[in-house]
């Protein structure tokens, strides 16, 4: 199995930056694309930035494209979401997935792990 811990999450002003990090341990070497999503209260979970397996393809969500960058470690087991210029509709709790398959999907149902998420508040 694998576990995924996600980190990083705070409370910001808009404008400001935030770097999250999730942390894979287990079999980690079954997995191929990592990525992130989030969820508002009272919304439905979205996909927001995912990565393949050499850092070769990713994608993103329209409303995040040129503020956020989605990267990975692997040597770390790491994947990380470089956060700029956020906005109050930023604020949800932020999850780590993982897949086994190396598409860099947006569809939940294509992951095989999540993270228990970290909340991002960013204030007005």
């Known amino acids: 199995q694998v576990q995924l811990v996600e980190s990083g999450g705070g409370l910001v002003q808009a404008g400001a930056s935030l770097r999250l990090s999730c942390a894979a341990s287990?079999?980690?070497?079954?997995?191929?694309?990592m990525a992130w999503f989030r969820q508002a209260p009272g919304k439905e979970r979205e996909f927001v930035a995912a990565v393949d397996k050499r850092a070769v393809r990713t994608n993103y969500v329209d409303s995040v494209k040129g503020r956020f960058t989605i990267s990975r470690d692997n040597a770390k087991n790491t994947v990380y979401l470089q956060m700029n210029s956020l906005k109050p509709e930023d604020t949800a709790v932020y999850y780590c997935a993982a897949r086994l398959g190396s598409i860099p999907s947006d569809r939940q149902s294509h992951y095989d792990y999540w993270g228990q998420g970290t909340q991002v508040t960013v204030s007005s």
């Open positions: 287990g079999r980690t070497e079954t997995i191929m694309t």
